[in-house]
């Protein structure tokens, strides 16, 4: 892909968006696993800090304002990279 980078961004905006449906989502981060599968981006976390990833996914944990979704989602990375609460 010519820019794969933008285009990533646009799957993440996707996914965060309220206004678009459950089934788009779920294509986005599809097509966010292929890329990511495939060497065309790196992973979500792939470059930053370890250490601030945990600490945003222990915060997502704590707030009020996120999903059931997106804790479950913060709580499989956290036991994925042994940091668990």
Partial sequence: MANSGNVAGGHKANINNP????????RSRQALDEMESSGEVGGRDASKNQ?????????NLKNPNTS???????K???DDMGASE
């Fill in 51 to 59: 250490g601030n990833v945990i600490g945003g996914h222990k915060a």
């Fill in 76 to 78: 499989e990375v956290l």
């Fill in 68 to 74: 059931e979704e997106s804790k479950q989602h913060s």
């Fill in 19 to 26: 206004n678009t449906s459950e089934e788009s989502k779920d």
